[in-house]
Nanobody, 125 residues
Framework: EVQLVESGGGLVQPGGSLRLSCAAS????????MNWVRQAPGEGLEWVSG????????SYVDSVKGRFTISRDNSKNTLYLQMNSLKPEDTAVYYC??????????????????WGQGTQVTVSS
């Protein structure tokens, strides 16, 4: 059974940093493309970043380029999202999701095969 469990969210001041983790089980993380998706209050799902399975190619939505870094630790079967220079507009529930990189940044639940339960990130002074 595929399971994805996120952690690491919290309340942080603007300009601060957080590292989100997504512990995977039931499949080898390294061979699958993985993504981070977020949902701000009252908004739809927005794809944030992805890392291609079997390699190290990464991609990001323009609004987080240079601030966020996606990575994975194959020995721990865990996906990460390092978030620096956080802004209030980064406030959202962040999900990890298993599936191919989407064509567009606006995504739906059906675009990915598996989702975690989400972790709340709040950026506020």
């Amino acid at each position: 059974e595929v399971q994805l469990v996120e952690s690491g969210g919290g309340l942080v001041q603007p300009g601060g940093s957080l590292r989100l983790s997504c512990a995977a089980s039931g499949f080898p993380l390294r061979t699958y493309t993985m993504n981070w998706v977020r949902q701000a209050p009252g908004e739809g799902l927005e794809w944030v970043s992805g890392i291609v399975g079997g390699g190290s190619s990464t991609s990001y939505v323009d609004s987080v380029k240079g601030r966020f870094t996606i990575s994975r630790d194959n020995s721990k079967n865990t996906l990460y999202l390092q978030m620096n220079s956080l802004k209030p507009e980064d406030t959202a529930v962040y999900y990890c999701a298993k599936g191919p990189l989407p064509r567009f940044t606006a995504v739906r639940r059906a675009d990915f095969g598996s989702w975690g339960q989400g972790t709340q990130v709040t950026v506020s002074s």
